[in-house]
């Protein structure tokens, strides 16, 4: 049994996979996928002025080009905001949804181990 926690062996596993996976489009996007969900969850519709302005992701023009990214995936939606016409709302897609759940199991059969 490893003496490392279990925290710091999934963030390992996750780092590596992602560098195996030489994806470096997707690079950050999950964690946007991460924000959005438990806005969600929460009841909020998020903004992409929102994701800009946590300062989470990276600059401006760093967000919007994740947010491109995901939406070319099909992982979220992005759709005229009803509070204000010139504002986006961002919202998880079905695919969005799987992928978080996807990650939840390789998280938790990894903790398993």
Request: net charge positive; hydrophobic share 40%.
């Amino acid at each position: 049994m490893s003496k490392s926690p279990a925290y710091a062996r999934w963030l390992n596993t996750m780092v590596l996979a992602r560098k195996e996976s030489g994806d470096n489009e997707f690079e950050g996007c999950e964690e946007i996928l991460a924000f959005i969900n438990i806005k969600e969850d929460a009841g909020s519709i998020v903004k992409m002025t929102d994701l800009v302005q946590s300062l989470l992701f990276g600059t401006g023009p760093t967000v919007h080009r994740k947010v491109s990214v995901l939406a070319k995936r099909g992982l979220i939606k992005i759709s005229a905001s009803a509070s204000d016409g010139r504002a986006k709302d961002i919202s998880l897609a079905k695919s969005g949804h799987a992928l978080l759940k996807e990650r939840s199991q390789q998280m938790a059969l990894m903790l398993k181990s």
